[in-house]
Nanobody, 117 residues
């Protein structure tokens, strides 16, 4: 099972930006889907963005146009660039690697993102 480690979380102001990184212990080139999920206090975990091995991207409606997911296979790293941050973006953000049908999956430990209002 691939080991995932997130970094880059922290405190930002409304309208500001943060960039998250997810470093994998091995190659991510063959992993079907990698993505970012988040869980705010008192809320269920929700999908933020995913990227397939072929480079196809999908975003939650709440972040579309503001967040960008990307992957660098040479560095075994997935990124989440977050712009125009809002207080409602405050959550623990977790990196995920999985097969298409969730038959195998790995999760990172999560990184806290806090956006002040």
């Amino acid at each position: 099972q691939v080991r995932l480690v997130e970094s880059g979380g922290g405190l930002a102001q409304t309208g500001g930006s943060l960039s998250l990184s997810c470093a994998a212990s091995g190659s991510i080139a063959s992993i079907d889907i990698m993505g970012w999920y988040r869980q705010a206090a008192g809320k269920e975990r929700e999908l933020v963005a995913v990227i397939t091995s072929g480079g196809t991207r999908n975003y939650a409606d709440s972040v579309k146009g503001r967040f960008t997911i990307s992957r660098d296979n040479a560095k075994n790293t997935v990124y989440l660039q977050m712009n125009s941050l809002k207080p409602e973006d405050t959550a623990v953000y977790s990196c995920n690697a999985r097969t298409l049908a969730w038959t195998r999956q790995s999760w990172g430990q999560g990184t806290q993102v806090t956006v002040s209002s």
